[in-house]
Structures are given as C-alpha cells and as structure tokens.
C-alpha cells in the first residue's frame, strides 16, 4: 500500500488531493496547523475510502518543524512514497510594508520545509527507484510581481529547486512542479488580496497533479490551464518592464 503525504491538507488543494489520493486507494499522512479540520478530514477519508489516515497538527512555517515532522513520521513506521509540498501562504503588500515576521513565516514554509522535506524523503525514494514529489508553485513564478514580491519570489524558488531535482533523479522517481493560477481556495483570503481575474476550481488543479502522477514521464514544470499556459509564455516574450507592469497592475494594493 502506497503512503502520500501531503502538507497543507486542512483546505484547499491539499484537501482535495487527500480525498482524491484516498479515492484511488493511498494511505495518506496529512500536515496542517488546524488539527480539527485535519481529523474532520481524516475521518471523512477513511469512512468513504477505507484507507489508513495518520494526522500530524504542525506549523510547518518554524524553523526546525519539518525535521520534526519526518522523525514523528519515521517514529510511527511511515515509508513515504508520495510527497506533496503544498503548504504555502502568499501576503499581498508592498515590500516597504511587509511585516518581517510573516515574510520569515512565508519564506520558511514556502521554501526552506519544502526544500527540506524533500531531502528528508527523496533519498529513500531514489534507493527504491519509485516514488514522486510534487511542489506547489504558482504561475507567479514565471515573473516579478509587485504587490506579491515575496511570494512570487518564493514560487520562482519552488520552480527553478523542482526543475534541477527533476533532472537529478532516476528513472522510476517522478519530481515535477505544478503551478495553478488564481484558483478558488482560501488563499486570496489569507493574502488580504482580491483576485482580479476568474477563480479555476480547484478539481482542474487535482486533474493536473494526478495526470502527472500517472505519466510515466511528467514534465518538470506543469502550469494548470491553458490560458495560464500561453500567458507564462507571453510574459517570456514581452519586455520584462512590461511583464512586470502587468503583474503590478493586478496585485500592487492601492496607496
Ligand atoms: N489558490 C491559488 O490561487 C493558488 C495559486 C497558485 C498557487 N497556489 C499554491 O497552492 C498551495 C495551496 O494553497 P491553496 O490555494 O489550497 O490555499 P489554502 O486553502 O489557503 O491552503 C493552504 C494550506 O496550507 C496550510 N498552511 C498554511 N500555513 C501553514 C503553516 N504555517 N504550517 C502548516 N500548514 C500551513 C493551510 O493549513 P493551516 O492554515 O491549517 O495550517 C492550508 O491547509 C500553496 O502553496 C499556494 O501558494 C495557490
């Protein structure tokens, strides 16, 4: 029996994933700060699905968390064979108004847990030639965006880290990097931004992370939509300054 374990599992993308990953028969280990919605989860999974649901309640955004989390997950006897990077949070304001705080919260989480779980369970999937790790990113990883500098940065992180694994591993291991666009979860809310184009559902996403999981032979990057797709490609295209503008003019918050 194969084990996901997927970070951020209490809403949006991770939620979903989790009950769709149980749907096709995978334990699963799910990772979120809100431990009652993580059970609520856990028990609705291994009632309609029967599989084995183990919940660790953590945040994933202190320094020294995702070592934790793989020694409680070795500890209870847990192989992973599936990896979700998918906690993450974005703030929305200008660098000059940032809290430092958040953007320590949101560089760790975003960044340095994901790189770090993925040292911690890529080894063993690399020894077995069989497994996959999957990173969130975003399609503001494919430029600047002023309003979300941070984020965006991070998501660039997430790609360009994802993108050399990918190319480090041996056939039988899967690491690709999925980037949705605006996508309707709790994320807008938790960024205090408001989405200036129509919101995906987020089944399109699940749709995206399953196909790669099923390809023999997924791509590195995988950005969800094809609107999303051809303007990735677009802001290759057009002159940074212009890309850059662009971005600012859907996320710089008003003075
Ligand atoms: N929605 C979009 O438009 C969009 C677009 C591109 C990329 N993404 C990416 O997709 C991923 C999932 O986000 P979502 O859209 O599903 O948003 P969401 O509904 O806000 O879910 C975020 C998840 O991350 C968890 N999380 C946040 N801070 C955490 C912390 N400190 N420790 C542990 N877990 C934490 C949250 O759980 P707790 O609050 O319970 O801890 C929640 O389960 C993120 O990486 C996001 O950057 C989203």
Redesign the pocket.
């Known amino acids: 029996m194969s084990t996901a374990l997927i ?9 979903e994933l989790a009950i769709a990953l149980a749907a096709r028969g995978h334990e699963l280990i799910l ?4 431990k009652d ?1 993580l059970t609520a989860l856990a028990k609705d999974v291994v009632t309609s699905h029967k599989v084995k649901v183990t919940v660790y309640a ?4 202190k320094p020294g968390s995702s070592a934790e989390l793989e020694k409680q997950v070795l500890a209870d006897g847990h192989s992973v064979d599936i990896l979700v990077n ?5 703030t929305n304001a200008r660098v000059v108004d940032e809290d430092r705080a958040s953007v320590a ?1 949101e560089i760790q ?2 960044i340095g847990t994901l790189v770090d779980l993925t040292i911690a369970f890529l080894p063993a999937m690399v020894a077995r030639k069989s497994g996959a790790v999957v990173n ?5 990883s494919y430029q600047p965006v002023p309003g979300m500098a941070v984020y965006a940065a991070t ?1 660039s992180f997430v790609r360009s880290f994802t993108e050399a694994v990918w190319g480090e591993v041996p056939a039988g291991v899967k690491v690709f990097a999925v ?5 309707a ?4 809310d ?1 960024a205090g931004a408001t989405p200036s184009t129509a ?1 995906a559902s987020v089944s399109e996403v699940i749709d995206v992370i399953l196909a790669g999981l099923d390809s023999e032979y997924p791509a590195p990057s995988i950005i969800v939509g094809t609107r999303n797709r051809v303007l990735a490609r677009i802001s290759r295209i057009v002159p940074l300054t212009m890309a850059i503008r662009v971005a600012g003019s859907m996320f710089l918050p008003k003075k």
Not at 58 to 61: N, Y
Not at 185 to 188: D, L
Request: aromatic fraction near 6%; hydrophobic fraction near 40%; avoid cysteine.
């Open positions: 970070t951020g599992a209490s809403s949006g993308i991770g939620k990772v979120a700060r809100r919605r953590m945040d994933l955004s998918n906690a993450g949070f974005g919260d989480l975003n969130i990113a975003s399609t503001a998501k980037s949705p666009g605006a996508t979860t709790e994320f807008f938790v919101l």
